[in-house]
Nanobody, 116 residues
């Protein structure tokens, strides 16, 4: 199983980034997908998730600014991040889990830095 995250970088406050996560070795369409982030000195937190059926869920801190999506034909999930704030600075990780299971599969992380 491999999840490969990409798309991070340095952006000014108010800007946008789109993260991608390409998966292999799993039954992609049958997995729930998520994006976590971890800022220095803080616990890893779930930012957004999307079920195999397409239901999405967001942390309150990113609602209205971030959008999670998936393309089952490409085995890829995305996180569109708009109106970025300095507090969004973190390492972002993609994750996958079988329906009803725990987040068992993780990508390597991609750094997002938002300057003020």
């Amino acid at each position: 199983v491999q999840l490969q995250a990409s798309g991070g970088g340095l952006v000014q406050a108010g800007g946008s980034l789109r993260l991608s996560c390409a998966a292999s070795g799993i039954s992609f369409s049958n997995n729930d997908l998520g994006w976590y982030r971890q800022a220095p000195g803080k616990q890893r937190e779930l930012v957004a998730s999307i079920t195999s059926g397409g239901t999405t869920n967001y942390a309150d801190s990113v609602k209205g600014r971030f959008t999670i999506s998936r393309d089952n034909a490409k085995n890829t999930e995305y996180l569109q991040m708009n109106s970025l704030k300095p507090e969004d600075t973190a390492v972002y990780y993609c994750a996958a889990r079988s329906r009803g299971g725990s987040w068992a599969y993780w990508g390597q992380g991609t750094q997002v830095t938002v300057s003020s």
